[in-house]
């Protein structure tokens, strides 16, 4: 009798496990929607273009110049008339033409109102980045260069950045930054018996003039010229 007993638990415990099995398997009602793709894309850019012509005689008509030769579609005397000629061979006291200007040269189709910035970095005869006020003091007259007042000093150590105040449409320019470079009566000639040689680079930035505005702008600029040297 307990052999039986035994069995039929057995069975019990089969069937149990036969059935768990069945309900495991077995298929709910189930329901998916489709998929909903949101692409985000743009044609939009940003493209700028920044120009001497009082130094080197490149206009924004013409293609892209890095400042180190002259425009050579000018004449001899246009030439000569140019800062890069003048400071290849300066004297004390000599006041030589250097305009910088940026252009946002976008088009209507793809381009943005930008709000551009120049940064300007001095360096000394010994190639080393110095702050505009020991520049001014080593080669520059008293009264030292003259900045446009639409210009915005925004950083100034070591090199300075100076923000435009007017947002740039597609295909409108700034005015100079400034327009020469009035050299000191007081350099002098050095032991090895020549003037010393000293250079100021300018390289512009720029951002969508959109969404950005106030003293976030400035610090936007900053961080994008520091994040671009």
Known sequence: MKKKKRVACMIVVMLLGMTSGV????????????????????????????????????????????GTKVNDSLDVDEQKKLGLVQAAAYVPGQVIPKNPKIKNDGTKESGVSARVALKVQYYDENHHEITYEKFKAAYLNENGITFDEKWKRINNSPYEVYLYEDVLGTGESTDALFSEIPLSGRITVGENGKLPGFQIRVTAYAVQAEYTDGTELEEIMNQFVSKNE
Do not use: C, H, M, V
């Open 23 to 66: 309900i495991g398997t077995r298929a709910y009602l189930q329901a998916q929607t489709e998929t909903k793709t949101n692409a985000f894309t743009s044609n939009q850019n940003i493209s700028i273009q920044l120009r001497e012509p009082a130094w080197d005689g490149f206009t924004f008509d013409d293609a892209a110049s890095d």
